[in-house]
Every structure is written in C-alpha cells, then in structure tokens.
C-alpha cells in the first residue's frame, strides 16, 4: 500500500509564495510519474504539474512561469514551488503518484488560500 503525505499549504498574500510537498511511503516503491492536481470550488479537478522518472517535467498553462514541480528520488519526494500566487491559485492541491503497474495513489489534499 502507498501512502502520499503532503505539507505546505495555507495562506498567503497575492503575490506570495508557497512550497508544497508530498513524501511516498515506502522504500520499495517504484514511480512512473509523479505530480500535483488541484480543485477550487465549484470546479473541475485540474492538472498543475507532473514530473515523469526519466524527468520530463510539464506544468499547466495556467501556473508555467509562476510554480515549478521538483523532486527528490531518494526520498520519495515531490515538491511544489509557488511564487506569484494569485487569487485563482486558491484550491485544493492533491498530490497524485503512478505507478509502473500504471497504480494510481492520492494525497489527502491540502489547502491553499491566496487573499489579502
């Protein structure tokens, strides 16, 4: 069983910056892709970011220049830079694993909230 653990969010100030990160457990787990989705209220779940293990990265139109995905093999570890944050950031972030198997795990979802 794969768990997703995630930290970072709450609230900052348009403009701001936030770091988000979602730490797999288990040592023997092996990761195809590894990114983040968020939901804002009322809305569809949106893809913000992935990182693949030959290191093809991609992020949304919508936060490329603004957040940038990075992460730590070692440590089973997937971090999200937000800088620039505006208030349609406000969502919640989950962090999604994929297994080779083509497995899918989530994260419980953390918070972000960008309001003055």
């Known amino acids: 069983q794969v768990q997703l653990v995630e930290s970072g969010g709450g609230l900052a100030q348009p403009e701001g910056s936030l770091r988000l990160s979602c730490a797999a457990s288990?040592?023997?787990?092996?990761?195809?892709?590894m990114g983040w989705y968020r939901q804002a209220p009322g809305k569809q779940r949106e893809l913000v970011a992935t990182?693949?293990?030959?290191?093809?990265?991609n992020h949304a139109d919508s936060v490329k220049g603004r957040f940038a995905i990075s992460g730590d093999n070692a440590k089973r570890t997937v971090y999200l830079q937000m800088n620039s944050l505006k208030p349609e950031d406000t969502a919640v972030y989950y962090c999604?694993?994929?297994?080779?198997?083509?497995?899918?795990?989530w994260g419980q979802g953390t918070q972000v909230t960008v309001s003055s």
């Open positions: 990182m693949r293990s030959d290191g093809n990265i």
């Open positions: 999604y694993l994929v297994r080779f198997s083509g497995s899918v795990y």
């Open positions: 288990g040592s023997s787990v092996d990761i195809y892709v």
